[in-house]
């Protein structure tokens, strides 16, 4: 298993400001995931993040609006640039376990809540 | 990606046997199915995995049929805190990106 920890948990923030987001693992992993959770609506993946390449992001999603750290096998950054009341969402980090008896099964951090007003 | 259609809600009473039932029409040989729980303002947490046939832990059973076009989770004997929306995934190994489709809210009354 993994443990994953999000800071900050929660945040209001302003129009065109921009907030990092910090998600720290108990282990090192290859992968990490970053997410976001609009209100009342199911996850999409914004990005992978991979240590020592550049994030690859899923289709909506750029490195301009969301750049992404990967400095190392335990630690990840997201950065919600230039932010908008539709940037309010809760973005939740995740890691791939092990690969063994649940093949891919993923860990979540308890995700950052961000309202932007 | 195998695409996931599941009930957007469902009803239940404390101590029923819930089944959701999940669709992948286009799982591949390799794809797993996969399930998640998510609580209020909590990252989803996994619940269950199989590729075919039955599995079962403390917390549920997961029936897949032989063609796994589908596959059922078992929630045995509900309580209020089973109130929650439950995702199936289906992929393989490797590292995939996991996609989540819409789940299912599940509504356990008392």
């Known amino acids: 298993s993994a443990v994953i920890s999000q800071k900050p948990s929660r945040d209001i923030c302003q129009r065109g400001t921009s907030l990092t987001i910090q998600c720290q693992v108990d282990?090192?992993?290859?992968?990490m995931f970053w997410y976001r959770q609009q209100p009342g609506q199911s996850l999409t993946l914004i990005a992978t993040?991979?240590?020592?390449?550049?994030?690859?992001?899923e289709s909506g999603f750029v490195i301009d609006k969301f750049p992404i750290s990967r400095p190392n096998l335990t630690f990840s950054t997201l950065t919600v640039s230039n932010m908008s009341p539709e940037d309010s969402s809760i973005y939740l980090c995740?890691?791939?376990?092990?690969?063994?008896?649940?093949?891919?099964?993923?860990?979540f951090g308890e995700g950052s809540r961000l309202t932007v007003l | 990606l195998a695409k996931t259609t599941q009930p957007i809600s469902m009803d239940s009473y404390e101590g029923q046997e819930v089944n959701i039932t999940c669709s992948h029409n286009?799982?591949?040989?390799?794809?797993?199915i996969t399930w998640y729980q998510q609580f209020p303002s909590q990252g989803p947490r996994f619940i269950i995995q199989?590729?075919?046939t039955k599995v079962t832990n403390e917390v549920a059973s997961l029936f897949i049929p032989a063609d796994r076009k589908s596959s059922t989770l078992s929630l045995p004997r509900v309580s209020l805190s089973d109130t929650a929306v439950y995702y199936c995934?289906?992929?393989?190994?490797?590292?995939?990106?996991?996609?989540f489709g819409a789940g299912t809210r599940l509504f356990v009354k008392a």
């Open positions: 995934l289906v992929g393989n190994t490797g590292g995939f990106k996991t996609i």
């Open positions: 286009n799982i591949a040989t390799n794809d797993y």
């Open positions: 282990s090192q992993v290859t992968m």
């Open positions: 995740s890691v791939e376990g092990e690969t063994g008896a649940n093949t891919g099964e993923l860990f």
């Open positions: 199989g590729y075919k």
């Open positions: 993040a991979n240590q020592g390449s550049e994030a690859t992001y």
